[in-house]
């Protein structure tokens, strides 16, 4: 999968979960209908982080400039900015190309493209270590509980 085709799907996946989530506040505060806000919730939460990921690695890999890649990740609290971020970097090809540090690609320089390089070199091992990360970064959030307490 191209950077342009993760972070598309990514960006697109984090905007769904938004309206997901705003849906199951509509319910309810609303409604009164709170069944709907933990699944939607905790589906949004784990979206969120797995856009942030991705995005920290799309702009390690595309050189993005900080200010884009820190605009990037700032879409991620504004419901469906991503969309619009991600046509924006697109329109501006800063998502063409493939991966740098793909086997046979470039020579790690630093920490984040040895980082890259190993993910990208042996992608089974790291996808399970992010799934494991992620999936203990969103445990840890669901034990500390809402980010706006009851009352």
Request: aromatic share 12%; no cysteine; glycine share 10%.
């Given at each position: ?9 990514l ?20 409604l009164?209908?709170?069944a709907l806000t933990?699944?939607f ?8 982080l797995?856009?942030?990921?991705v995005t ?7 050189k ?8 990037g ?15 924006s970097?697109?329109?501006r ?10 086997p ?5 320089t630093?920490?984040?493209?040895r980082?890259?390089?190993l ?18 970064v ?14």
């Amino acid at each position: 999968m191209s950077p342009r085709k993760l972070f598309r799907t990514l960006a697109l996946a984090e905007a769904v979960t938004w309206t997901l989530l705003l849906i199951g506040m509509f319910a309810k505060y609303v409604l009164d209908f709170e069944a709907l806000t933990p699944i939607f919730g905790g589906l949004h939460g784990f979206v969120f982080l797995a856009y942030g990921v991705v995005t920290l690695f799309v702009w390690a890999n595309q050189k993005w400039p900080a200010r884009t890649g820190i605009l990037g990740l700032a879409t991620t609290v504004i419901p469906w900015a991503t969309i619009p971020f991600e046509k924006s970097v697109d329109r501006r090809g800063m998502l063409n190309g493939g991966w740098r540090m793909a086997p046979g690609g470039e020579e790690p320089t630093n920490g984040v493209d040895r980082i890259a390089a190993l993910v990208l070199r042996r992608p089974v091992a790291a996808g399970i270590v992010a799934l494991v990360a992620v999936a203990v970064v969103f445990s840890v959030l669901l034990y500390l509980g809402p980010p706006v307490p009851k009352g």
